[in-house]
């Protein structure tokens, strides 16, 4: 399927502002972290809706495996690998994990977040890559969904109401429990799969007036003001406004993709962040969780130059492994068939030249 360049440059600015907002977590977490958790995860779900396509549940399970499943085991097998390497790493690196049977738990668990966990307790977070797992069940829910309310009469009524259920069902299990998999999440954003596929339904981004964008900009902002939307959680001071916020952040950055997309350089990077999103992401994780310098240097800017330009220092080093990741993953053999399955498989189809 041929690349849509603004989908691939939206991308690029979430994956970057995922990198800000965690940055910020470590230095200034002021509002302006606020509008970028108000947006930053709901606008991938939102994306992946407006790409959805029908596909037989065997063929949507073995491409999440794939794409999604295969590239967290590989991240989460690195974070335990750089842990049980810290006593010798002249406090460079951290142990995410107290021990090696701790990590084997939380990374089989796959939580993002401290909280109530369902069947065990003690587990300790994996930290931000629970993104793929739930985006790998959400997707599955999705598709079940999708297909079998395909003939229904009022179609897209049965299917507002049964997403809205699923909205509704994660966000209060969330209240209760954190599941494995990050499964209320998964349950949860349901919504913002849904949404993104009307959006495409209805030719939003193409029709994105200065009002709409103007009223879509207040809804964003209203919910940044109300306080921090956690997606992996399930909270929000009111889950409602955060919902509508996420479309009229989402509203944002789609007409702010397509402006910077007209500029070669900048929307050429973007587009390639865009592309190497999961690369990004899982290598982001990867300093966050077993690399100390992060945390260190946010504590010494802060009480040195204070928190504004810590941040801008912060955000900078945080930016560096991954972006190396991303110049650099192509070129090394196995690494890049597991986070980039699609362009360099582990076995290559053969061709019938026959047909």
Partial sequence: MKRIRWIDTVRGIAILAVIVGHSL???????????IYAVHMPIFFILSGYLYREKGYKREFTNGLKNLVVPYAFTAL???ILGLLTPYSFHILKAQFPDFQS????SLYGAGDVGKYAFFQNIQ??????????????IQIFNVLMRITKDVYHREFVRFVFFSTCGVVGFEIGQVYLLPWSLNAAFLVQVFLYMGYLMKKWRLPYKISWL???????LWTVSASQGFLSV??????????????AFGGAVCLIQFGKWLSRFKKMGSFLQKCGHYSII????????????????????RMN????????AIIVIVYHLIIPLMAMYTIKWVPIVRSIYLSREYPFLKRSIDNSK
């Fill in 25 to 35: 977590q470590q230095t200034d977490n002021g509002l302006l972290n606020q509008y």
């Fill in 78 to 80: 690195m974070v335990i």
């Fill in 103 to 106: 990590a084997i738990k939380g």
């Fill in 125 to 138: 977070p994996i930290g931000a890559i629970w993104f793929l797992l739930a985006m790998f069940l959400a």
């Fill in 212 to 218: 709409l964008l103007l009223i879509s900009f207040g």
């Fill in 232 to 245: 992996v959680t399930t909270r929000s001071p009111n889950m409602l406004v955060s919902i509508v916020g």
């Fill in 280 to 299: 990004i992401f899982c290598f982001h994780l990867i300093d966050l969780d077993a690399f100390n310098v992060g945390g260190v240097l946010a504590a």
């Fill in 303 to 310: 009480n040195s130059v204070g928190p504004n330009v810590a």
